[in-house]
């Protein structure tokens, strides 16, 4: 993924954070580690955080990219253990967005809760998502 999306990808987090009006810590330390898988540091992210909006957000372009960020965001809504209508709402937005159905969107949150629950460290999380939608990668 290009600099670039990264940055979109971050924005969507961020978006997706805020939605509820509240950025809870465990929400910010997820946003802190996304942004050093991709080589942001934290001034960067301030600034993402801070800016007037003026940056687009892209559409990932690969479907390996696409999964990728549409577990982040299913992670990201998750992180703090409940899911508010507005989440969930810009989670369905979003993942329409990067060209998932709802019922597909349904069935990650479903797998993402489950897994949450099981597996506390981000990687690790990401590859047994990985193994158990498999369909979503092709």
Do not use: C
């Amino acid at each position: 993924m290009d600099r670039e999306n990264q940055r979109s990808a971050l924005l969507r987090l961020l978006a997706l954070a805020l939605s509820d009006g509240n950025l809870q810590r465990e929400e910010e330390i997820f946003l802190i580690q996304v942004a050093e898988r991709y080589g942001v540091n934290r001034n960067e992210l301030l600034q993402l955080f801070f800016q007037d909006g003026s940056q687009a957000m892209q559409i990932p372009h690969s479907a390996e990219d696409r999964f990728d960020h549409l577990i982040d965001l299913a992670m990201m809504m998750l992180m703090d253990q409940r899911m508010t209508d507005s989440e969930r709402r810009l989670f369905r937005l979003l993942g329409t967005y990067l060209g998932f159905t709802t019922q597909t969107l349904e069935r990650v949150l479903m797998v993402v809760r489950e897994e949450m629950q099981q597996v506390s460290d981000w990687i690790s999380l990401k590859q047994q998502l990985r193994q158990r939608l498999p369909m979503l990668v092709n």
